[in-house]
Structures are given as C-alpha cells and as structure tokens.
C-alpha cells in the first residue's frame, strides 16, 4: 500500500470516529414526536431562547468589562503586586463555573453566612434570592474572563509605541486614540476571546442547572431523563450545534487581516506612584480576591466542615476520575501525535480537508456530544448484534465516556502539537536524511525529543479538562460510576455545600496546574 | 564527479526544472547563480535525494542515484548537504550532532572522528556546547563538520555565507575555499549572490527559469556570455565595479577578493 493512501485512511478513520456522531446527530429529523415539540413550543422554546440571548449578552458585558479592563491595567500599568497578578488573574479558568456557583449560592444562601449576618442586624429585612439572571450572570462572568483578558492582553502586547506617538503628534485626545487606534487593534483578539467565552456559555450545563435558569442543555436534559425521547433531545442538540457552528463562522469570518510586525518598539509600561497605584492595585487584588481568593478560601473553611464519611466516599469517584482522565489523555494525545505526524510537511489536498472535521467538536456544549455519542453507539449496538452471534453493548460503557472526551478535546491536543511541529525547523528532518538517518531513527532521536514537550502539554491539558468535565459525563457514566466532577454536582442540588467543597477543590487544584504553567508573563521593561 | 543529465521537476502543472544537465570533474567546486525562484534550491534537494524529479539521470562517482525514477532515497545517497539556516538539531550537543551520522561507529572511535572534525572546522574543544550558545558562524562549521562525519561523495551547500554577519563573510568564504580544497571534495553551492560565486567557486552555472543556461568559469561567463541576459546577470550587482578589474585579470580574481572593496 502507497505511503499516501495510508495517511488518507488513517486521516479518514480519525475524522470519521470524531465527526461520524455529530453529522449523524445533524440528520436526525425523521421522527419528530409531534405532541412533545408541541408542547415544546407552547411552554419553553421562547423561554429558552430569551435567556440563552439574555446569558450571551449578560456574560458577553462582564466578561469583557472585566478581561479587557484587567488586560489593560496588567499591560499598561506596573504596581504593586503586578507581576504576580499578571499571571494569576488567569487562574479562575481553573474553576469549573459550576463550582463558582455553588460557592456563591452558598455564601449566599438564607442559612448562609451573608445573610444570617444582615438578619442579625436588621430583623425584617426579607429573603435574597441568588438564583436569577443576573446571579448566573455574575458567576460565569468571573470564571469565563480569563479567556478575553488572556487574548486582548497578547493583542495590547503587539501594539507598537510609535504608531501611538504618531497619533500624540497629530493631536489626538488619550481617548481618541484608544477608540481610533488601540481599540481597532485589539478587536480580533478581543472577539476570539469573546467566541470562546460564549460558547462556553452555551456549553454550561452545571451553572444553570444549579441556578433553576433554563437553557438548551437544561432542555435537552430533560427531554431525555424527564421526557425519555431521545429524539427530540437530538434535534435539540441539533439546534444548539448549528448557533455554535454560527458562532465559529462569525470569529472565522471577521478575523482580522493585520499582520504585525515582528519587531514592535515596545510601549514602556507606566510606574505609578501614590494614589494612583492604590486604585489600580486595589482594583485587581479586588477581581483576584472575588474571582479566585473568596472562592477558594470558601471551599477549604468548608472542608474543614465536611464529615469523616465524606472523604471515605470520595476515594472511588476520585480513583474514577484519574483514570478517565489518564486513559482518555493518553489515547487523545497519541492519536493527536499521530495526525500531526502525519500531516507534517505533507501537502496534500485530501488531508487538509479532513483535518478540520476532527476539530468541530471543541465548539460543542457537552449535551450535545453526549446525545450524538449515544444515538451513534445505540445504532452500532445493534448493527453489531446483528451481524454477531452475541450481544453487544456499547452504550453505558466507559467506551461511550471516551468517545466522548475524543470528540470534545481533540483540538486541545492537536492545537498544541501542531504548535510544536511547527516550531521544529523543517529542513532539521531533512538534514537527518541527508545524514543517512532511517524514518525509525529520525523519529526517536529528532522528531519525538523536539515534539515532547508540546505532547506533555497536550497529555496535561486533556486531563484536567476531563476531571472537570461535567455534562457528558453525567449523560454517559456507566450505572452507578462517580466522579469526583459528579459528586459535586449530586451534592450541590442537594444544597450539601460543605460536603461538596472537597470535590470542588481538589477539582481546582488540578485544573489550576497547566494554568500555572503556561500563565502570560509580564513583558520585559522596553 | 557529479552528473546530471535531462532532469525535469514539477509541482502539480507548475514546470520547476526543464531538462537539466551538468557535469563536476572531481574536486571541483561549482556554484549555482540565478534570481530567486528560478529553481537552483530544487535543484540541490534533488541531487541530495529530498525530492524526486520526473525524469532524469543523476550520478555521483559512477553510482547512479537517480535513474528515470528509480530513486535511491536521501537516507542511502551520502551525500554531504549544508542547508541555509543548518539545520542543526537544537537539542543536542555539537558532539551529538556531528556524530549523529555516525552512531554505528564504537565509541571511541566515534569520539576521534568528532575531534578530528573539530580541529578540521577550528572548534576545538567545544564538543559539549547547544547549537544556540554558538555564533552564525561557528554553527555553520559544525554544520560542514556534521555533513563531512559520514565522508560523503559530494557536498552541498545552500547559500553557505547568506546567513552570516556581512563583515564576517568575506573572512569566512576565503577560510571555506581553503577547507574546501584542502578536503578536494567535489562540492556544489548554491546561491543568489553572484560576489559569493566568484569568491567560492571554480565553475559557475548561471540558471534562469528552471534552465542552466550558461556553466563554465568565470572567465568563460565574463568573456563569453551566451545571451545578453546572462551579461546582465553576472555584471549587474554590487561588485560590478571590481568585476571590471577582475575581467581584465581573470587569473589573478581570487587575489583582488582579498581586499574587497564592497
């Protein structure tokens, strides 16, 4: 067999094991359950379009609010503390938003510390209800800002002292010149961010569901546990891929056409003194200490709370946990390695269109991979039992679990692999030929040592998405399987905070570890 | 001895080299000129066996290496290649690197060759130096160094002095040509700057439009140039004041290059 046709096989049966589920997902409208979609329509459609439409605007204003004010304060300015904060501020992301909300509804629960406070002082003073809009709002913008302040501050880092002296010179106001010239540049990142954190939004099963807010992933939940039609959660989730598709094409279509030079004159970052520094720095240990300190500081008073019990009913879903994670890591990454391999250096018109196939899926909310991975499963089922003298499952399975995570987090570890290709010199693999190097040797001794650290990063990265993974987990675990992602959820809507906080932080912990290790850094004084 | 005769390369419809032949006694150093796209890198991956042309003969001291499609792959060729930016690998030593062609070897023997090579290229003693802890010029005679550790048939070098510091490469293409001779390896280089061909080589082929049009000496291409695109070519650039002395002493080039005015 031709060394280009087994490189097309091998890409086509990559594509077609993480894009086969989603396209059938797409085609599932044959059998529509008339009185349910009725009933459908009468009750909750509008509902759950006006608070999806309410949530992306909502988040979309804080998170932006919060992430290009954090960005321009962390890149502009030095004060006390901002090296440090520079990379912390992006260390809430390590916080699943379920567990932001949590920690927020239970500080702010009627037997909560907040308000048994303000009934001490004031008797009457009525119930504060948490679960609405604007708590939803709140939490998931805390969480998800990391996302905008880590791309506008990488677009604020590339803007160049000089075109901003030019504008000085020919008399623009400080506030003109950041709507004609900083704001124009730093848009693209600004709205790749934005993209991001409204698919997230889309995404969030946990939040939502813990604040009684209604969205697509509550209804598709519903539709199947409460409803039992699959159907009509397919074509659900079929709705919510095509507005998350939508939104891909829309980042894809505006991208920006700047190219920026590799060599910037770096914009000197402003020392502040006295008043000054005590506002900027007060502001940002503010959003550390709301985003990631109070939380944080919550979840351990908590566990010193927590029963003996807890702990000892902890130890399988964590033992669960780490080894999804390990498992689904480690086959993600290697067959990540293994298109890379593949597709480096190779030109060929086949592959470059079946590569973004296996890249749909991060764009995905949960919900919907995990009723694609089951109808797809279920219709394999019984096809092999079929064709098989015995029967075989395959739904309910840890199989159906990684399965999912494949299609889910795929891109994670092919976008940092195919980053550190990229970044290996071409002609280094070239120059291994012409030393009379075997493709076997080539690999071992050039191309594995110089790919490592990108495989590391990708093994790490799925990982500590895995161990937070929610929504999927939950529609797909094999009966009676916790994980420690799930336990937080069971206790959270029992209201069992203090049992719950263990989970959350060791959750926390994990998530915050790659974070750390690829935090931005405060860029060197010009 | 390198011969290459009716080689022809395309990328998809897009004709790269037409029917290309060329002949290097032994020991000589020849040097490809032309503007850039007209195919003179293509060339040299072909002859390192990096790509494969459509048709044609190669053959390097009576092997034939290429034979209307019949190809012996890059990794069998021995063919000494220097690439532009050296290639060198990033995490390994420059001992790693110069013995990376000759792993097989045991080894303390693998560890003479090394020195050896070293005191060749004037880098002794910086066995357990990183590529990035050398300067251009350094990495690129670690680069030659690696390339000669297998005793190739012939070398190739693309654009061997683009990369360097321009007051340094005068300096270091005088010390190249003496390597070069010293070893009598036959070597082909390749180039866009027409100052670096006459300081290198012994023959000079001019190419334009995936052709050699013109393959002969230095005299042979000032005196007799067979169009007039090639006149152009080979006195339009920088040095084209000194070409004027050289011409009228073609014998004596390499002397006037000493003391460059440019």
Known sequence: ?526 | MLKLDGISFAYGDNMILKDVSMRMAPGTIGALIGPSGCGKTTLLRIIAGLETPISGVIEVNKTRVEDQGITIPAEKRKIGMVFQNYALFPHMTVEGNISFPIQQLPRNERKARVTELLNLVHLDGQEKRYPHQLSGGQQQRVAIARALAQQPDILLMDEPLSNLDAKLRDQLGQDLKQLLKKLGITTLIVTHDQHEAWQLADEIGVMFDGNIVQWGSFADLTKHPVTPKIKQFVMANSTCDICGQIVADTHSHAQILKDPVA
Not at chain 1, 164 to 173: D, F, L, Q, T
Not at chain 1, 208 to 234: E, M, N, P, Q, R
Not at chain 1, 373 to 383: C, K, N
Not at chain 1, 418 to 427: G, N
Request: with cysteine.
């Open chain 1, 1 to 526: 067999m031709s060394k280009k046709l087994t490189t097309r096989l091998i890409q086509t049966g990559l594509a077609i094991l993480i894009a086969g589920p989603l396209l059938y997902l797409l085609m599932y409208w044959w059998t529509i359950d008339v009185p349910l979609w009725e009933h459908l329509i009468a009750t909750q459609i509008f509902s759950l379009i006006r608070n999806s439409i309410i949530l992306l605007l909502g988040v979309g204003f804080g998170t932006s609010f919060l992430g290009v004010g954090l960005a321009w304060l962390t890149y502009r300015y030095r004060f006390t503390g901002s090296r440090f904060l520079t990379g912390a501020l992006i260390l809430p992301l390590a916080i699943p938003a379920y567990v932001q909300g949590f920690i927020y509804l239970g500080i702010l629960d009627v037997s909560g510390p907040l308000q048994t406070f303000m009934r001490q002082l004031y008797p009457d003073i009525g119930f504060l209800n948490a679960r609405n809009a604007f708590g939803v709002i709140w939490v998931m913008s805390w969480v998800l800002y990391p996302y905008i302040y880590l791309l506008t501050r990488q677009a604020f880092a590339k803007l160049d002292r000089s075109q901003i002296e030019v504008a000085r010179m020919a008399g623009y106001s400080r506030r003109r010149i950041f709507f004609t010239l900083i704001f124009p540049m730093i848009r693209p990142g600004w709205m790749a961010g934005l993209t991001l954190v409204w698919m997230e939004t889309l995404a969030d099963f946990g939040t939502v569901s813990l604040f009684g807010f209604s969205t697509f992933t509550t209804a598709i939940y519903k539709t199947w546990f409460d409803f039992y039609s699959l159907a009509t959660a397919a074509q659900l989730s079929s709705i919510l891929m095509l507005i998350a598709f939508l939104l891909l094409w829309w980042e894809k279509r505006s991208e920006s056409h700047i190219r920026h030079d590799s060599h910037v004159t770096l914009w000197a970052p402003q020392i502040l003194r006295g008043k000054q520094r005590f506002w900027v720095s007060l502001a940002c240990w503010a959003a550390l200490a709301t985003a990631l300190a109070v939380p944080v500081l919550q979840l351990i008073y908590w566990s010193f709370q927590a029963p003996t019990q807890t702990w000892q009913s902890l130890m399988a879903p964590l033992r669960n946990s780490l080894l999804l994670a390990v498992m689904a890591a480690a086959g993600i990454t290697l067959l990540a390695y293994i298109q890379s391999l593949i597709n480096y250096r190779r030109m060929d018109p086949v592959l470059d269109r079946l590569v973004p196939l296996t890249k749909l899926g991060y764009a995905l909310p949960g919900t919907v991979v995990a009723v694609a991975i089951l109808l797809w499963f279920s219709q394999l089922e019984q096809f092999l039992s079929h064709i098989l003298p015995f029967e075989v499952y395959l739904t309910g399975t840890v199989l159906g679990l990684l399965g999912a995570y494949l299609i889910r987090f795929f891109s994670l570890a092919s976008q940092s692999l195919v980053d550190s290709f990229a970044r290996m010199e071409v002609s280094v693999n070239d120059a291994a030929r012409t030393l009379g190097a075997s493709p076997w040797l080539r690999f071992k001794q050039i191309i594995w040592p110089l790919t490592r650290p990108g495989a590391l990063a990708a093994l790490l990265l799925v990982c500590t998405e895995v161990i937070k993974e929610l929504p999927a987990t939950l529609l797909l675990r094999p009966f009676g399987w916790d994980t420690l992602a799930l336990k937080v959820y069971q206790w959270t809507n029992e209201a069992m905070w203090v049992e719950a906080a263990m989970p959350a932080l060791l959750l926390i912990i994990t998530g915050t570890l790659p974070l750390w290790l690829f935090r931005p850094r405060e860029e060197k004084n010009a």
